[in-house]
């Protein structure tokens, strides 16, 4: 009798072991694709040909996906973790060299609408790269990431719906977004000038100080972070970076200028014939003209020259 009962014990933990990890089990070596809508297309890695979606096809890392305006499909990472790429979008789905349970998508136009199981996380890793800013799924949850273009800048919208995501940028990052968060980001194409708006929630940035130590600004709706780039005219691996802190009335709050080190960089992908997009933080080429200031206070509206492009949505101060 206790060795029936021993071996039922056993079983029953051999088939809660199994359950748990199909429940949390990795990404699919391929990716499928379903619900084509549209003269989608496919190009794979190291090929110059493309070729039609109808649905169903499993396409391995690399592939570059496009949609028509009026197109849209969907990508199964596994049973229960999909990607809805929208109209007029550009993708690569590709993974982490040197990590293959952590998916790399680089989004070079286009919307993606992410819905991640609960505890995706505890096998997977899922990084959307653009390029103003890279954003983590720290959790399952529901997102959207998209970029678009305003004039000549570069613009992404991140929303947060559930779960928790992360992202990173050339001299920022923001350590959470969640519950129903939501940031606009807009660069220049050589990242000299970075623009991030809160668009909903309340939050924190993390930038630097004049002195170079890390800091934390707390944005709300409507307020804005402008950062300048510059390369250093007597270093050339040296960037000098100037941070405008902005409240939702258009006041400059705090100005910091720093001496940054040239970050390492990461990858890059076609742009349909544009620039590739870089991983965020990999130093642009180019620059950038902006004020020379030093760490300071103030609580009435401050004029400041921003390099040219650096639009301002209608409705938005």
């Given amino acids: 009798m206790n060795n029936r009962w021993m071996k039922l014990i056993v079983l029953g933990c051999m088939l809660a072991g199994f359950a748990h990890r199909n429940a949390t089990a990795a990404f699919a070596p391929l990716v499928q694709v379903i619900d084509v809508k549209g ?77 991640l199981k609960k505890d995706y996380e505890k096998e997977n890793g899922l990084r959307v790269i653009t390029r103003c800013v890279a954003v ?42 969640k519950d129903n968060d939501g940031i606009t980001i807009a660069c220049a194409r050589d990242r000299s000038f970075i623009r991030l708006r809160c668009i909903s929630g309340k939050f924190g940035v993390q930038i630097k100080d004049s002195n170079g130590a890390e800091r934390i600004a707390e944005m709300i709706t409507d307020s804005v972070i402008k950062i300048l780039r510059k390369k250093s005219d007597t270093d050339g691996s040296t960037w000098i970076v100037t941070v405008l802190e902005v409240d939702p009335e258009g006041n400059v709050l705090v100005a910091d200028t720093y001496p940054s080190t040239e970050p390492e960089g990461g990858g890059s992908g076609d742009d349909d014939g544009d620039e590739p997009i870089d991983e965020p933080g990999e130093t642009p080429q180019g620059g950038g003209t902006f004020p020379t200031t030093t760490s300071s206070t103030t609580t009435s509206t401050t004029t400041t020259t921003v390099p040219p492009g650096d639009i301002t949505p209608v409705g938005r101060s």
């Fill in 136 to 177: 983590n799924a720290r959790l399952g949850g529901i997102y959207a990431v998209e970029a678009t273009t305003e004039a000549d800048l570069r613009v992404v919208t991140i929303t947060c719906a559930s779960g928790e995501l992360d992202a990173d940028g050339p001299d920022f990052k923001i350590p959470l977004l």
């Fill in 39 to 115: 003269a989608c297309t496919a190009q794979l890695a190291d090929s110059n040909e493309t070729k039609d979606l109808k649905g169903g096809e499993g396409l391995a890392y690399g592939t570059t996906l496009r949609t028509p305006a009026d197109g849209s499909l969907v990508l199964l990472l596994s049973a229960d973790d999909k990607i809805t790429i929208g109209g007029d979008a550009i993708v690569v789905v590709s993974q982490d060299p040197a990590n293959n349970t952590l998916k790399l998508i680089r989004l070079h136009r286009g919307k993606l609408d992410l819905n």
